[in-house]
């Protein structure tokens, strides 16, 4: 059985989609026959690093270790501080935990991170180590390309566009492979879909500090005939305040329903009571544009649900993207007829599904890494 140290500066628990994510891959990655390490920085007051408590948290069974590693540097949350603070901060807690990892680890471990700096130091060590790439910075394109110089370094893409837009200025050596996220079929082999016209969207309302465009989501319902309702997962306090004043001046606050977070486990029974599923984000953001492949699209897939999605050529990547109606961002006309023609389009298939589900994924992974 080989040893797996899962190296992230990420926090747990959290309700995050990227720590979601780790969580999910982790699992399935032991299934495959992993003995899974999970390290993260110790820098929220609410991080844990009981096993008892995020195997609850996150509604697994399966046994990992878990080492959370002190971050005495006085950056917090990041939202809260400059990029500049946060790159720093990284920095240091990636070189001084690979230091850490290769002085009491055994050379032949493999490493897997969503971090660059770990990915960047663990390479530099010639560790046996994989990146799994979500997004793009220039700083980030530099790593990688200095990294994947050693051939014990390997990484995953997000999507092909990521891949495509990193291959036009640098060699891959061949050490990578593409794969978009998934989702945990468990949850939703119980899942009975509604008929109705409810049109629901789960996630952060806010996306790098920028919105993703809620508002436009609300006018849009306004617009639509009165049969149509909107529920909205995962608002803040402050939030959910506004929306529900911004539903009352459109006078659709009866066609509306907002709620905070909810766990993760849940997050199926509440798709269940909803027909629409809808992907929507600001083209002020590079990473909604082109290379996000979101949790919540494999999620309404599962759930059984249809799926609107604003015209951007990442929604347009995604697998089994025949299944998505799309709708021109700030149209509202382009929104109502989108939503009228997704009545005649077909969900995915029980068989289709299997290619989405993180079982597979992480199957996928397992090869890759060990090749």
């Known amino acids: 059985m080989s040893n797996l140290n899962y190296v992230t500066y990420q926090s747990f628990p959290a309700s995050t989609a990227n720590s979601i994510q780790t969580i999910s ?25 009981h096993l008892s408590e995020l195997k609850e948290y996150y509604s697994v069974k399966e046994n990992f270790k878990v080492e959370g590693i002190k971050h005495n540097l006085p950056f917090g949350k990041v ?3 400059n990029r500049i603070l ?23 471990d493999l490493y897997l991170t969503r971090s660059d700096w770990v990915f960047y130091f663990l390479s530099k060590k010639n560790s046996n180590v994989t990146f799994e790439c979500h997004q793009y910075t220039r700083l980030r394109k530099f790593l990688i390309n200095q990294s994947l110089k050693k051939k014990t370094s390997k990484i995953i893409f997000l999507n092909s566009n990521l891949k495509d837009d990193y291959e036009d200025k640098y060699s891959l050596h061949n050490n990578y492979i593409v794969l978009h996220n998934g989702v945990d079929l468990e949850y939703y082999s119980s899942v009975k879909k509604d008929t109705g016209k409810e049109i629901v969207f789960v996630g952060k309302l806010r996306r790098f500090n920028a919105s993703r465009n809620i508002s436009f989501l ?19 306090k402050s939030e959910k305040k506004e929306l529900i004043e911004l539903s009352k001046s459109l006078g659709i606050e009866n066609r509306v329903i907002v709620l905070e977070r909810v766990r993760y486990s849940d997050v199926a029974r509440y798709l269940s009571s909803s027909s629409i599923g809808i992907l929507i984000n600001s083209s002020s953001n590079e990473h909604s544009t082109s290379y996000t492949s979101p949790l919540k699209y494999f999620e309404y897939l599962a759930a059984g649900l249809k799926v609107l999605a604003v015209d951007f050529p990442s929604h347009r990547s995604l697998p089994f993207s025949q299944y998505i109606e ?12 989108a939503v009228k023609n997704i009545e005649n389009m077909k969900t995915i298939s029980k068989g289709e599904l299997s290619y989405i589900s993180l079982e597979k994924r992480a199957s996928e992974i397992n090869k890759f890494i060990n090749f």
């Open 86 to 108: 946060f790159l720093i901060s990284h920095l240091i807690w990636s070189y001084s935990i690979v230091n850490k990892l290769v002085k009491e680890r055994p050379s032949s």
């Open 326 to 337: 799309f709708y021109t961002e700030e149209n509202i006309q382009s929104f109502v007829n």
């Open 218 to 236: 609300l006018n849009g319902i306004a617009s639509l005939d009165d049969k149509y309702t909107l529920k909205i997962i995962g608002a803040e």
């Open 25 to 49: 891959n982790i699992k399935y990655l032991i299934r495959n026959g992993l003995k899974v390490t999970l390290y993260f920085p110790l820098r929220e007051k609410e991080s844990s690093t």
């Open 79 to 81: 939202n809260i501080f």
